[in-house]
């Protein structure tokens, strides 16, 4: 059971036991905020940066965060454009002192959908730089390649737009991109709305989730972060028990030797 | 003589009492750690702010820690 329980997987080199990184964003209050991170068992937060504005608010939360410890993953959330996002990716790391980033280069606003070329000129700079590049990224299968094959240890391909708390909308594509990039750490990133969503994500091969809004938003946010964490840690299980292979056709799983009363009664037509 | 410069502060215009680095110009704003400054868009890491020089018309992002997903 230790050896399961052991179960790591990395980040550019760094290896945690934790699968579902979490967003810090839109709790009800910095206390729910820090106490759901808590609860998800989570060993990364996501953070980003905005225009000071009040000064005491920024601090609190920057304390908050700081003091749970644990790693800290920026993110170039809102940027449309490669400079916006180099730019913004340089100030996070001076400010946070790390060289991980979640890039993020919102190519639509109707779906915040990654804009994919840009990503991927935007990611060989940063790459260039010594970045540790975790893009935020479409499912789509080539991009992936092309992100892998530029650099990239790590990708973060959409379960749905953010947000929106829909699941994984196409899980043909995200199964592919496992199969295809086995060696690359994969995780889902956005879209998920419930940790039914985020097992999934796991069961079929993926090494983690990152998410916010369903937590977050969640009626109780602490619960339903011990919810995604239990989830994760299912659908994790579940992928290294290997599933059974779905079948078309019933098969019982009662034995039928020696059942009584065995058309004698019934006929055929009540055979089951 | 003292020469004021106009120059923009997270898209706010802001007037410095005298052409000066950068490093002044945030201590005027009153910056509060930790930060980040861009000027006209452009990255300048913290152990440079003491030597860059700013322009009239400049424009600054200042940036701190927010919450993110």
């Known amino acids: 059971m230790s050896g399961v329980l052991s179960d790591s997987f990395s ?56 003091d749970t ?59 260039a730089e010594g970045f540790k590049v975790l893009p935020y990224c ?82 109780c946010p602490v619960t339903m972060g011990h919810a995604f964490k239990t989830a994760v840690d299912a659908g994790r299980f579940a992928y290294r028990a290997k599933a059974m292979p779905e079948k078309d056709v019933a098969a019982p799983s009662t034995p039928t030797m020696g059942m009584p009363f065995w058309h004698q009664e019934f006929g055929i037509k009540n055979k089951n | 003589m003292k020469i004021s410069m106009k120059i923009t502060i997270n898209g706010q215009h802001f007037e410095l009492a005298n052409y000066g680095n950068l490093t002044q110009a945030l201590r005027e704003f009153a910056a509060k750690e930790p930060f980040a400054v861009a000027v006209n868009g452009q990255f300048i890491p913290r152990s440079q702010c003491d030597t860059y020089l700013l322009n009239e018309g400049d424009s600054i992002e200042l940036l701190s820690p927010i919450q993110g997903g």
């Open chain 1, 11 to 66: 980040i550019y080199g760094e290896q945690f036991t934790s699968r579902l990184l979490i967003g810090s964003a839109l709790y009800p209050s910095p206390a729910i905020m820090a106490d759901s991170i808590v609860a998800s068992g989570a060993q990364v937060v996501t953070v980003s940066l905005r225009r000071q504005q009040s000064a005491a608010a920024g601090d609190d939360f920057w304390q908050l965060i700081k």
């Open chain 1, 69 to 127: 410890g644990l790693k800290i993953l920026p993110n170039t959330a809102g940027c449309h454009s490669v400079k916006e996002a180099v730019t913004l990716a340089q100030m996070c790391r001076e400010v946070f002192a790390t060289d991980w980033i979640k890039l993020e280069l919102i190519g639509d606003d109707y779906n915040l959908q990654p804009d994919p070329f840009a990503l991927l000129e935007a990611t060989k700079i940063l790459l």
């Open chain 1, 138 to 219: 479409t499912d789509d299968l080539v991009l992936c390649q092309r992100l892998a094959d530029a650099g990239c240890e790590v990708l973060m391909p959409w379960g749905a737009p953010i947000g929106t708390g829909k699941g994984l909308l196409n899980q043909y594509n995200l199964k592919t991109i496992r199969e295809r990039l086995p060696d690359t750490t994969l995780i889902v990133d956005a879209g998920l709305g419930l940790p039914s969503h985020a097992c999934q994500a796991l069961e079929l091969g993926y090494d983690a989730v990152l998410l916010n809004s369903a937590i977050a938003g969640a009626g």
